[in-house]
């Protein structure tokens, strides 16, 4: 029969647990410092997150052009967490759209349009509708520009989590 403690155990020295079957701890207990640089803990026991951010090739003060940009190959299957596009000068009179797109479909809901009436640098999120990954998918981003008066700098990020080891 195993003992009970309600008001929790305090082992001084080493606790052999080579024999138990589970050992389940709080949540948030365990943190980086208490895990041994040289424990065999798997890779795909941790999460393995990547962000991507793109310029379209152009400089900061650059007026934006119409282009696609590959962005990302996944290396194991995953989950887009975020997408997010900005001007770094929206213009006097501006638009243009971003789209996050894999293997050629777009994953938002609707494209992010930014235009003359946003403000600058304003980080404005797509909504991600197909948000899974797998190896090998191609993540690309669409800059459509319809007038570019004044505007500068478009720059877009992606952010997804490995649920599998990369390889």
Do not use: W
């Not at 989950?79 to 596009?85: H, L």
């Not at 971003?98 to 909504?127: C, M, P, W, Y």
């Amino acid at each position: 029969m195993a003992a009970i403690f309600k008001d929790g155990i305090e082992v001084e020295g080493n606790c052999d647990l080579a024999s138990a079957d589970n050992m389940f701890y709080k949540a948030g207990s365990i943190s980086d410092a208490a895990v041994s640089a040289s424990a065999a803990i798997g890779g795909g026991k941790t999460l393995q997150r990547f962000q991507q951010t793109e310029n379209f090739g152009l400089d900061s003060d650059a007026t934006p052009v119409s282009t696609t940009r590959t962005v990302l190959m996944a290396r194991a299957a995953g989950t887009i967490d975020y997408f997010y596009a900005s001007m770094i000068d929206t213009g006097t009179s501006a638009s243009s759209t971003f789209d996050l797109q894999k293997n050629g479909t777009t994953v938002l809901s609707a494209v992010v349009t930014i235009s003359n009436a946003d403000t600058d640098r304003a980080h404005e999120a797509g909504t991600i509708s197909v948000g899974t990954v797998a190896a090998g998918d191609e993540l690309t981003m669409d800059l459509v520009v319809s007038t570019s008066t004044g505007a500068t700098g478009p720059i877009a990020c992606v952010g997804i989590t490995y649920t599998a080891q990369p390889t």
